[in-house]
C-alpha cells in the first residue's frame, strides 16, 4: 500500500474498506448455509447474490448485475393461481417498488425444460441507516412436497366422495374418514399459516405447542431442542405443564436419544413414564399424574434439531394411528419453522454484531483523528513556530547591505508562517479545540469563517448555544458540516452558502443549504461524485438514532439536513 495513497484517504478511511467487506462475506456465508434459496438485489433489481440453492430452485445460473435478470432468476414465473407472472411482478419487485415486506406469498417457478416449482417468497426491502431503500433480501422455500400432499390429499377426498356415491352401504365409515381426512388438513394448514407468521424462536416453540395440543386434544405437550454444546436436548417450552414443575425436567444426552430413535423409530410410545426417569425426574412423574408419553422427532431433512412429547394419563386412549400422522406432519411442520427462526436470530445478531462494529470503527476514526490533531500541534507546529522565531531572530542579526539574502530570508519567513498556517487548519479539521472547549456552536461558527477564508466563499452562519452533548454526537454533526461545506465548494457552483444549528425540546437539527446547480435525487444518495460521503454520513446518523435528508433538484440549489434527538439515544 503506497505511501501517497494512506496520505490520500486517510489510514482510518483504508482501515473501513478492509474490514467492511470481511462482514459482507460474513454475512453471504451465513446465506450459503441455508436450506432454502436466498438472492439479493439493488434498488435497480439487479440481482447482486445468489447461493447455491436458489440455482437449484431456479434451475439455471443467472448473471449478477445483468438487466436481463432483473427481480429474480428463474427462466419463467407463474401466480399461485398459474397465470403467467412477468419479472417485474414478483414479490422481490413489488418488495423494492413499494419498499416494504412480502412474506410467505406463494409463487411458481418454471423451469427451462417445462417442470415446474412451488415456493414460498420471503422478499424484505434492504434499507441503509436513513432507512432509504438500497435493495432487498429474497428467501425461497420449496413447498412442492407440501403442494404435493395436499394435492394428493385433496385427490383422496375426491375418491372419498366417489366411494360414498357408489357405496350406500358404507357411507357412515367413509363419512368418518373424510372427516378425520379434512380436520387433519385444516389443522395442518392452520399450523401452516400460524408458523409461517413467526420468525421469533419463542413464539414459534409456543405456537407449536399450542397447535398440537389443540390439533390432538392434549392437556401437556413439552418442546425439546438439541443444544450441540452440550451434546444434550434441553426443554425449550410447554403447553400444560405448571411452571414450579419444570424444573424437573432434566436434559437427556443425544447418545440415549439415538438409541430410544434405533430400537422405536421416530415416534417413540411408552406405557409407563418410568421408562424414561433418565429424561423426566419421578417428582415431576408423581406431580402431574400422566403415565403415558408419546415422542416425535422434530426432524429437518434428515437432522434432528429437537423433539416432542406428548404426555397422557393412563385412563386416556392412546393416540390413533390418524392422530399420530397428524403429529409427524406437524412435527415435521414446526421443526421448519424452528429452523427457520434460528437462521432469523443468526441474521439479527450479525447485524448487531456488523452495527457493533462500524461504532467501534468510528470511534476509532475519530480517536485516530484526535491523535493526529495533538501530533500536529504539539510536534509539527512547535517545530513550524521554532524556524519562525529563528528567522525572525536572523532577519534582526543580519548585518546591513545583504539584500539579496535579506529577501531570502523574508522569503523563507513568509514559508515558514504558511507551513504554520497549514498545520493549524489540518489541526483544526482534524479534531477542532472549540468542540471540546466552547461546544458544537462556537465550532461551527469558526468552521464556517475558516472554511470562507480558505475558500474565498462567504458562509452565512446562524446557531444557538446548545447544551453539552455526547462526544460521539457532536463529532458527527461537526463532520457532517465539514462534508456539506466540502461538497458546495467543489460541485454546486453556489452564490450563498448558509448553515444553520437548531435546538428544541432535546432535538438537534443542523442544515446546509446552496443556491447552486443542485442534482436529481431518485431516493438514493448522488451528489456529482460527493455521494459517498455523505452516504457515509447518513449511516453515522443512523447509528446515533438520528437521520439525514437530501433535497435537491437540477438548478434549484441542494438543502441537506440532518436531526437527532437525545431520547433516540
Known amino acids: 500500500m503506497s505511501k501517497q495513497r494512506v496520505e490520500k484517504e486517510g489510514s482510518q478511511a483504508l482501515l473501513n474498506k478492509l474490514l467492511w467487506p470481511q462482514s459482507e462475506l460474513e454475512f453471504e456465508r451465513l446465506l450459503d448455509m441455508l436450506p432454502a434459496g436466498a438472492y439479493m438485489c439493488d434498488a435497480d433489481g439487479l440481482i447482486t447474490y445468489y447461493n447455491q440453492r436458489a440455482v437449484e430452485i431456479w434451475a439455471r445460473v443467472p448473471k449478477l448485475n445483468d438487466p436481463v435478470d432483473r427481480f429474480c432468476g428463474s427462466f419463467k414465473l407463474l401466480s399461485a393461481d398459474g397465470l403467467p407472472l412477468r419479472h417485474d411482478q414478483c414479490w422481490m419487485a413489488l418488495a423494492i417498488q413499494n419498499n416494504r415486506v412480502y412474506n410467505g406469498y406463494e409463487i411458481i417457478v418454471e423451469h427451462p425444460d417445462g417442470s415446474r ?8 426491502p434492504i434499507r441503509n441507516g436513513s432507512g432509504k431503500l438500497i435493495g432487498a433480501l429474497n428467501v425461497l422455500v420449496d413447498i412442492n412436497d407440501r403442494k404435493r400432499e395436499e394435492e394428493a390429499l385433496f385427490r383422496a377426498y375426491e375418491e372419498l366422495e366417489q366411494r360414498v356415491a357408489e357405496r350406500t352401504a358404507d357411507l357412515a365409515a367413509n363419512e368418518e ?20 407468521a413467526q420468525l421469533d424462536l419463542k413464539s414459534v416453540l409456543a405456537t407449536v405447542c399450542k397447535v398440537m395440543g389443540e390439533a390432538l386434544n392434549v392437556a401437556v405437550i413439552l418442546v425439546y431442542l438439541f443444544d450441540e454444546s452440550s451434546q444434550t436436548f434441553v426443554f425449550a417450552d410447554s403447553v400444560g405443564l405448571p411452571a414450579e414443575l419444570k424444573s424437573y425436567l432434566r436434559p437427556l444426552p443425544s447418545s440415549l436419544y439415538e438409541r430410544y430413535t434405533k430400537e422405536l423409530g421416530p415416534v417413540k410410545r411408552f406405557l409407563n413414564l418410568a421408562e424414561v426417569q433418565e429424561w423426566l425426574a419421578p417428582e415431576l412423574v408423581d406431580s402431574i399424574r400422566l403415565q403415558r408419553a408419546t415422542i416425535v422427532d422434530l426432524d429437518r431433512t434428515g437432522q434432528i434439531i429437537g423433539c416432542i412429547i406428548v404426555l397422557k394419563g393412563e385412563q386416556e386412549h392412546w393416540l390413533t394411528p390418524d392422530e399420530l400422522r397428524l403429529l409427524k406432519a406437524l412435527a415435521d411442520q414446526g421443526a421448519q419453522a424452528i429452523t427457520n427462526a434460528r437462521l432469523y436470530q443468526e441474521v439479527r445478531a450479525r447485524e448487531a454484531e456488523l452495527h457493533q462494529l462500524s461504532q467501534r470503527i468510528l470511534k476509532a476514526e475519530e480517536e485516530e483523528r484526535e491523535h493526529l490533531s495533538r501530533e500536529l500541534h504539539d510536534s509539527t507546529g512547535q517545530v513550524a513556530t521554532a524556524l519562525l522565531i529563528n528567522l525572525a531572530l536572523l532577519q534582526q542579526q543580519l548585518p546591513d547591505g545583504n539584500d539579496a539574502l535579506m529577501a531570502h530570508i523574508v522569503e523563507a519567513n513568509e514559508l515558514a508562517r504558511r507551513i504554520y498556517d497549514e498545520v493549524r487548519a489540518i489541526s483544526h479539521g482534524l479534531r477542532p479545540p ?43 454533526f461537526y463532520r457532517f458540516v465539514q462534508e456539506g461545506l466540502n461538497n458546495a465548494a467543489k460541485h454546486a457552483q453556489a452564490s450563498r452558502v448558509a ?6 425540546a432535546g432535538c438537534l437539527r443542523v442544515t446546509v443549504e446552496d443556491d447552486g446547480v443542485g442534482f436529481t435525487h431518485r431516493g438514493g444518495v448522488n451528489v456529482l461524485g460527493a455521494g459517498v460521503g455523505l452516504l457515509s454520513m447518513s449511516e453515522r446518523l443512523g447509528m446515533l438514532g438520528g437521520q439525514l435528508e437530501i433535497h435537491s433538484e437540477p438548478g434549484r440549489g441542494t438543502r441537506l439536513v440532518a436531526s437527532y434527538c437525545l431520547s433516540a439515544s
Open 499 to 504: 448553515v444553520v444549528l437548531q435546538y428544541k
Open 117 to 124: 416449482l412451488n415456493v414460498l417468497a420471503y422478499a424484505s
Open 434 to 476: 472549540e468542540l471540546e472547549q466552547m461546544g458544537l456552536h462556537s465550532a461551527l461558527n469558526e468552521l464556517c469563517q475558516e472554511f470562507g477564508r480558505y475558500t474565498r466563499q462567504p458562509v452565512e452562519y446562524e446557531g444557538v448555544a446548545v447544551p453539552p452533548l455526547p462526544d460521539m454526537v457532536a463529532v458527527t
Open 177 to 196: 374418514m373424510a372427516r378425520r381426512q379434512a380436520a387433519r388438513a385444516e389443522a395442518l394448514a392452520n399450523a401452516a399459516r400460524l408458523l409461517n
